[in-house]
């Protein structure tokens, strides 16, 4: 059997499918090789790859469009702006009526269901927010940079303020109960488990004090984004593709990084069970997913792992975009059975050795992959994926087929458009602040005050008094010459931390204070 023929043969499933393309004997493309997708293979996840501007983009947007048409709800990151160009049907070219005649296949110009989303405040779409406490100590530590002590310590944080009803619902709350840990009052309510080393504690201030001045304080907050709202299907049957604008986060890329694996952790905890169902309840593509892994604790890498390899039994097909396979973990990228690979090239020694290890992660095939990545032309990748039963297709050089919406974005109109209709714009547009944290422990001061006849004393307590007047938190310690300094050598935490079966213990969810401080994989949970 010749190779187009293999392909020919691998790729004709039984089961409702989306159309990649047409495989290419070298030189054209053979529209009787139809390459195809599974619908009931795309909770198996996937990985998209492949060099600057090879046309990964594009084919997130086909992909997405098919899914939509097959009632499937789709959410992926339009980190460039260009996934917009969903929610407009195609003004059609010249080039792409070439392509589709090569190809053999139909096409038409088509607009597709779009809602979106901003992180924070910034931007067109409808603001998304969640809680410090909903996103948890694992996620926070990551968008932070704390190493495995202080990522530890602000676990302890997250533990105490839920023992003591200290809801941590933005930043502000956890600045309030850090600096509470420090003062005389909390390092004595904390003792038991050994106390927050200040030296610890000023390095989280001082990074949540950047987190903020980059404007992360919007995003931190309620009402709460509802995963529910991504598992929508319109009146016409189509998915709604939930398309989430950054413009406002392009600089800050671990937050937006780390606010998607937030929300794939919130699906796996609201989602029922349900097995490999014929198609997925949900498609979501996670953009810049090299941001995600970069010096990440084996703590968090554990969690993303996990959290991939459980949420397919919830009917969420999870597929990772970047540039190389070796950007991804060797655990999570064993689990993703649905490979598009775009070109890649080969101008330095660490690019060459990038592209044997991604041939590496390909089934044996007739083709010289080394040289077929680097040659690859715009639209083209190299595809493998999980047939109905379960097994690798035949490795495809495919020409992709062009998407029926506008490759690139909509008229800033269109989008004004869709978000003043949006059924989530008055649920999520306006921002909430009730009682959390932040006012229970400024109240605390003023009742201790009250009961004293006097101002409280100096040093932490009183710049928490101060600060609650003035309405921030701040990160520095003022100077109290009458004081003698805090000691700064460890705590006893930090020197239990040493040992690595204490460490262990601290940061896994299986222990006492693990299942205390996170409800879900990555520490997440609502408060209500």
């Known amino acids: 059997m010749s190779q187009i023929e293999s392909i020919t043969t691998g790729y004709s499933f039984a089961e409702p499918s989306i159309v990649l393309g047409a495989a290419v004997d070298p030189g054209a493309p053979v529209p009787e090789a139809v390459v195809r997708l599974p619908l009931g293979s795309m909770n198996k996840h996937g990985l998209v790859a492949g060099a600057t501007g090879t046309g990964k983009t594009v084919t997130l947007q086909l992909i997405a469009e098919q899914l939509s048409a097959a009632g499937v709800p789709v959410f992926l990151a339009d980190v460039k702006g260009d996934l917009t ?4 049907a195609s003004p059609g070219h010249p080039k792409v009526d070439e392509r589709m005649q090569a190809l053999g296949q139909e096409w038409g110009a088509t607009s597709y269901p779009v809602e979106l989303l901003t992180l924070g405040a910034t931007g067109t779409g409808v603001p998304v927010r969640a809680t410090v406490s909903s996103f948890g100590p694992l996620l926070l530590s990551k968008v932070l940079d704390l190493n495995d002590t202080q990522e530890s310590s602000l676990g302890l944080v997250f533990y105490y303020a839920d023992q003591q009803g200290l809801p941590l ?15 005389d009052e909390g390092r004595a309510e904390l003792k038991a488990l050994g106390g927050l080393a200040t030296s610890t504690a000023r390095v989280i201030l001082r990074q949540l004090v950047t987190l903020i001045a980059q404007g992360a304080d919007e995003f931190f907050g309620e009402p709460e984004f509802d995963t529910a709202d991504l598992l929508r299907v319109d009146e016409a049957g189509l998915g709604v593709i939930t398309c989430l604008e950054l413009p406002g986060v392009r600089d800050r890329p671990v937050l937006f990084s780390t606010f998607l694996m937030w929300l794939l952790a919130e699906l796996f905890q609201d989602l029922p069970e349900v097995g490999d169902p014929d198609k997925p309840e949900l498609v979501f593509f996670f953009d810049e997913a090299h941001l995600l892994f970069d010096d990440a604790s084996k703590a968090f890498l554990d969690s993303v792992e996990q959290a991939v390899r459980l949420i397919r039994s919830k009917g969420v097909g999870v597929f990772f975009v970047t540039q190389t396979p070796s950007d991804v973990p060797e655990g999570v990228l064993g689990q993703l059975g649905n490979r598009v690979q775009h070109a890649l090239r080969a101008f330095t020694p660490k690019d060459a050795t990038a592209l044997k290890a991604t041939v590496s992660t390909f089934p044996t095939s007739d083709y ?25 297709t035949p490795v495809a050089w495919t020409r992709l087929r062009a998407p029926q919406s506008t490759m690139g974005p909509s008229d800033e109109a269109v989008l004004a458009s869709a978000v003043a209709a949006s059924p989530l714009h008055p649920k999520y547009a306006a921002a909430l602040d009730r009682e959390s944290a932040y006012e229970k422990l400024a109240a605390r001061l003023a009742r201790g005050a009250e009961a004293a006849d006097a101002p409280a ?18 990160g520095e310690e003022p100077a109290a010459p009458r004081r003698r300094p805090e000691p700064q050598e460890p705590s006893m935490v930090e020197k239990a931390l040493e040992s690595p079966a204490v460490r262990s213990m601290l940061r896994s969810a299986g222990t006492v204070i693990g299942r205390e401080i996170t409800r879900s994989l990555f520490g997440t949970g609502r408060r209500r």
């Open 457 to 474: 004393s100096g040093g932490v307590d009183a710049e928490l008094e101060q600060a609650a007047e003035q309405g921030r938190w701040a």
């Open 169 to 183: 619902l933005d930043l502000k709350d956890l600045q309030a109960v850090v600096q509470h840990l420090i003062s």
């Open 85 to 88: 160009g969903l929610a407009t």
């Open 368 to 392: 010289e992959l080394g040289e077929v990545l680097t040659q690859l032309g715009t639209g083209e990748a190299v595809v493998t994926v999980l047939s109905e039963r379960g097994a690798p």
